[in-house]
């Protein structure tokens, strides 16, 4: 499995976001293929951490 993002940073604060899409072969996780997910990400010293949501 491999997986391709979009972020980007909201002009109004520091909280990022993310569009996660996922490729797989495998059977047993095809239906990550058809996720459509977006994620929210929150600063903190030294990290950033993202809460993704599949949407559809």
Do not use: H, K
């Not at 499995?1 to 059977?27: K, Q």
């Not at 293929?33 to 929210?40: D, K, M, Y």
């Amino acid at each position: 499995m491999r997986g391709r993002s979009t972020r980007w940073a909201c002009r109004s604060g520091p909280a990022p976001g993310t569009a996660p899409l996922f490729e797989t072969a495998s059977a047993t996780y095809d239906w990550l293929n058809r996720v459509l997910a977006v994620g929210i990400g929150r600063r903190t010293p030294g990290q950033v951490s993202y809460t993704v949501y599949a949407i559809a």
